[in-house]
């Protein structure tokens, strides 16, 4: 059973990191469908503001309360997330609240007094109402993923790509409800791994198959990234844990370190793609937040 002090911590430290991750794949969705389709471009945009007012309160409350580490390690947000938010939204026309972002790069970790019963509370509640929202969300993504499958709609995101984006609210949702109960999600080690590796072995698809054809270096690294995550996933069970999760770490922090170096160039307008700006950040902050959690399952063995 989590104490009262760490249910807060990670329910916020948690919702900091999905609940961006959750809008952003709103806006995904709400850019890439076609004007004919006003009806499903509304409920994008519905549910991407109402995670956006629910990543608002848990900033303000998580202000003082979250690890120097969950800060430091940049899965909140980035030093270009502001810039990538602003240029995207410009081009796309598609809102994003910035303020929320101005917010959070300015979040610390300090110790102060507060109403443990009280917040817990309000913390319980954040989680419960990103539950329900959640259920909306997952429900929403699949519709839109069958109406592509059917030839319905036309969305120019691979059907892939709803999959993968599914699978993270899905992940989220048994996260948020796990901590609901006061426990974290049981898992085996390679269950855990497994997931992540295959985010960040698709991510590697999805960069490769959006950038130009003539960025042929670029392109080759992306495909070499998906092909290790892919054997990390076929390996995990072979292999004892502590070799697992030190080698998903090394390669982890190569592709990190391949998108931030991709999130440079397409902000300064040095890459040939089709890869949104907030999309490349976006995947950097992943990244950054499985690193995280590869360095704790690290220490604990």
Known sequence: MLTREKFIQISLETNLFFQRIMKEHLFFIETNLQPVEA????EANSL???????LHETVVYADGLISESAIRSN???????LRAEKVTSRLTGAGLNTMITKAELELASNPKCVDGEQLESIVYAINARSINLLKEVIAFQR?????????????TLYPEILEH????????????????????????????????????GEHGQFIDGMLDPSEEVLKGTAEGFAEQFEKLVEDCIKEAEKQIIHRSLVTTEE??????????????????SIIPLLLADHVLREANHYLRLLRMMKGCR
């Open 39 to 42: 009806s499903l471009i509304n």
């Open 165 to 200: 984006v599914t699978w993270e609210a899905i992940y989220y949702l048994e996260m948020l409800k796990c901590l609901q109960n006061r426990k974290l999600p049981k898992k085996a080690v390679c269950e855990e791994l497994d997931f992540w590796n295959n985010i960040m």
């Open 48 to 54: 991407k503001k109402s995670f956006e007012q629910l």
């Open 75 to 81: 899965e909140f947000v980035t030093p270009y997330t």
């Open 143 to 155: 519709k839109i993923l069958d109406l592509a499958l059917g030839c319905k709609i036309f969305v």
């Open 255 to 272: 592709i990190r370190d391949f998108k931030e170096a991709a999130t440079e160039g397409l902000l300064e307008c040095e890459i040939k």
